[in-house]
Structure formats: structure tokens, C-alpha cells
């Protein structure tokens, strides 16, 4: 009785870690489509308001401030992490989700 229940427990998990690394995927896929894609508006709409809109970017997270050391003792190091979220980074993670979907 008891190994059925951690047969099942353990099939429950795996595919939970499945899911979790695909979700991953998708948004590092995601992001380098964003990229490109705001490579590619850069490149190709003249200057003016519809290319700001576009790459208009807001930063999200932590590390900006110039007192941001992390000290143990024997150790020192700075620590910090940054996303840069825009119009168009937003969109190539709905392009990379869509098309992602299907290869479940």
C-alpha cells in the first residue's frame, strides 16, 4: 500500500520538475526572441515615438546601488540581477509560449 503511494508521489514530482524546466525554456527561448526583436525594431523603424514605444525599457531587480557588497567574512563580492522588460520583450515571450505549446 505504502509503495504504491510513493510510486505515485514519485511520478507527481517528475513531472512536476518537467513542467518547471519547460516553463524555463520558454522564457529564456522568450527572451532571446525579445531580443531579436527588438534588435529588429531598432534596426528597421526610424526614430520617433512608435520605436520608443517599442523599446521603451523598464529594469526590474536588485544591485544598483554602489554599497551593494555581500560580505562573509573571508569573502567579498557584489551581487546583483537586472531584467529589462519592454513592449517588445513581453511579446517575443507570448510568440515563444505560442509556439512552444506544441512541443509538449
Not at 26 to 37: A, D, E, R, W
Request: with cysteine.
Amino acid at each position: 500500500m505504502v509503495s504504491i503511494f510513493l510510486n505515485q508521489y514519485w511520478k507527481v514530482v517528475c513531472n512536476m520538475t518537467k513542467k518547471i524546466s519547460f516553463i524555463f525554456f520558454v522564457l529564456l527561448t522568450g527572451m532571446m526572441i525579445g531580443t531579436i526583436f527588438s534588435l529588429l525594431v531598432s534596426f528597421f523603424i526610424p526614430d520617433g515615438v512608435v520605436k520608443n514605444f517599442f523599446l521603451l525599457t523598464h529594469s526590474l531587480g536588485f544591485g544598483a546601488s554602489p554599497n551593494n557588497w555581500v560580505e562573509l567574512g573571508f569573502l567579498r563580492f557584489k551581487s546583483g540581477l537586472f531584467f529589462d522588460i519592454s513592449i517588445v520583450s513581453v511579446l517575443g515571450l507570448f510568440v515563444s509560449w505560442y509556439i512552444l505549446r506544441y512541443f509538449k
